[in-house]
């Protein structure tokens, strides 16, 4: 979504007086939009409709995204769709794509979060929404986020932690400690291979 400007910030953005804009509404060139609570305001592709005219700006699409580790946790994956289903209807989000994988949440490199976020770089996404920070990213979020932000789109997290099964958390905790109990194994092995051969030319 960008950044957002009340009229008289979106006025000044733009160059123009706060009664240009109103009149430029009243006109159709510009449709203001609405919060849940009816405050008017203006992201940045309205911004660009005016300093760029030439350029067509295509809608940006809401994506939910749902996760869950195992294909064990189908019923747990049926309900965050629900909760997020009832989340979007609260919040007046209407919903172009919904997007349900089953992979972990150290797998950066799960098939439809990679297109997520290869949608989201060409500038096709203007929200993602999730249950939970953890259902894009067990580590790294906040580094999805940015390249989120970056390019126009926002992550909105409902943080319903009820939809985030602490058995995947020790899972994932698990597959850190295995990861690195491997390398100091190897790492073990490496030295001894280095003090066998340097005894030994030694003599």
Same mark, same amino acid.
């Given at each position: 979504?960008?950044?957002?400007?009340? +009229?008289?910030?979106?006025?000044?953005? +733009?160059?123009?007086?706060?009664?240009?804009?109103?009149?430029?509404? $009243?006109?159709?060139?510009?449709?203001?939009?609405? $919060?849940?609570?009816?405050?008017?305001?203006?992201?940045?592709?309205?911004?660009?409709?005016?300093?760029?005219?030439?350029?067509?700006?295509?809608?940006?699409?809401?994506?939910?995204?749902? %996760?869950?580790? $195992?294909? =064990?946790?189908?019923?747990?994956?049926?309900?965050?769709?629900?909760?997020?289903?009832?989340?979007?209807?609260? %919040?007046?989000?209407?919903?172009?794509?919904?997007?349900?994988?089953?992979?972990? =949440?150290?797998?950066? %490199?799960?098939?439809?979060?990679?297109?997520?976020?290869?949608?989201?770089?060409?500038?096709? +996404?203007?929200? +993602?929404?999730?249950?939970?920070?953890?259902?894009?990213?067990?580590?790294?979020?906040?580094?999805?986020?940015?390249?989120?932000?970056?390019?126009?789109?926002?992550?909105?997290?409902?943080?319903?932690?009820?939809?985030?099964?602490?058995?995947?958390?020790?899972?994932?905790?698990?597959?850190?400690?295995?990861?690195?109990?491997?390398?100091?194994?190897?790492?073990?092995?490496?030295?001894?291979?280095?003090?066998?051969?340097? $005894?030994?030319?030694?003599?």
């Amino acid at each position: 979504m960008g950044r957002l400007y009340r +009229i008289g910030e979106f006025a000044e953005r +733009i160059g123009r007086s706060v009664s240009t804009v109103r009149r430029w509404e $009243s006109e159709g060139r510009l449709v203001a939009k609405r $919060s849940p609570s009816g405050q008017r305001y203006f992201d940045d592709s309205d911004v660009r409709k005016v300093l760029r005219p030439g350029v067509v700006e295509h809608a940006r699409r809401i994506v939910v995204y749902c %996760r869950v580790s $195992s294909p =064990g946790q189908k019923n747990d994956l049926a309900s965050q769709v629900a909760a997020m289903e009832q989340f979007c209807l609260a %919040r007046g989000l209407a919903v172009d794509e919904w997007v349900s994988e089953i992979g972990g =949440g150290m797998n950066l %490199r799960r098939e439809k979060l990679v297109a997520l976020m290869d949608a989201v770089d060409r500038g096709e +996404i203007g929200t +993602i929404v999730v249950a939970h920070w953890d259902r894009l990213a067990r580590f790294g979020f906040d580094f999805l986020e940015h390249v989120a932000n970056r390019n126009g789109c926002e992550i909105v997290v409902a943080n319903q932690e009820s939809l985030s099964p602490r058995q995947e958390l020790v899972e994932d905790l698990l597959a850190i400690v295995g990861t690195f109990s491997c390398r100091v194994d190897g790492l073990h092995r490496y030295e001894k291979t280095l003090r066998d051969e340097l $005894s030994g030319g030694g003599r």
